[in-house]
């Protein structure tokens, strides 16, 4: 069936700024570990382009499913893909950085997946007080920059100190500003899976009691006795 080109949300300025992220996310990985300026640069223009097609979504109505999960599994990938890198980088602490990949990837996938499983419009509306303030515009893109910034210097650090400010590495000095933040959304991450938890057992809840109810399966059981 032909889809009119209104409705042709593959081809929406969002998902148009997806792909791009996803362009230079690859190129990124391809560079990280012989050319730093290059990787860098991708990286960070794709991680910012995450701003980006969400103010374009909101402006030119454009907002999709297929966006969030598009937007979700760049940033997901992304990130892991910079992690693998550092802990192939800084192999003596490779154990937190398969941790915080598995923190990442499977507390958010869980999230987006109870999410779709409840009927929610967005990931983004949650009656959790922690979700609510997490996922406030500003908050959240406080929070995915320093997590961002945090584990951009520790890649930059590899290759260089980068400029002085009275003598200490600016690089280094920003690594330790943002990783307690780092540490924190980690920490909320496990809070996605906690509260996706709680709503996906309210479901299994539901859908036992309403299986006990069932005419059917209540006829059922009659006949068998």
Not at 58 to 68: D, E, K, V, Y
Request: proline share 2%.
């Amino acid at each position: 069936m032909a889809i009119a080109e209104h409705d042709n949300i593959f081809i929406f300025v969002p998902n148009l700024i997806g792909y791009g992220r996803i362009v230079l996310a690859i190129i990124a990985f391809w560079f990280m570990s012989t050319n730093y300026v290059v990787a860098g640069w991708c990286y960070i223009i794709s991680a910012l382009l995450d701003a980006v097609d969400g103010h374009a979504a909101r402006a030119l109505n454009q907002s999709t499913r297929f966006g969030a999960m598009l937007d979700q599994l760049t940033d997901r990938c992304g990130t892991m893909g910079l992690l693998v890198t550092l802990a192939n980088f800084y192999p003596e602490y490779m154990f937190w950085f398969q941790l915080s990949i598995a923190i990442d990837v499977a507390c958010h996938w869980l999230y987006m997946q109870t999410s779709v499983v409840v009927g929610r419009v967005s990931h983004k509306v949650n009656d959790n007080f922690v979700m609510r303030i997490y996922y406030q515009k500003d908050v959240l893109t406080f929070m995915c920059c320093v997590n961002e910034l945090f584990y951009v210097c520790l890649y930059l650090l590899h290759f260089t100190s980068g400029p002085l400010i009275l003598g200490a590495s600016l690089f280094k000095i920003l690594a330790f500003l943002t990783g307690p933040f780092a540490i924190l959304k980690a920490l909320i991450s496990v809070m996605h899976a906690y509260v996706a938890g709680i709503d996906l057992a309210a479901v299994d809840v539901r859908e036992r009691q309403e299986k006990r109810h069932s005419p059917e399966i209540q006829n059922s059981g009659k006949k068998l006795e």
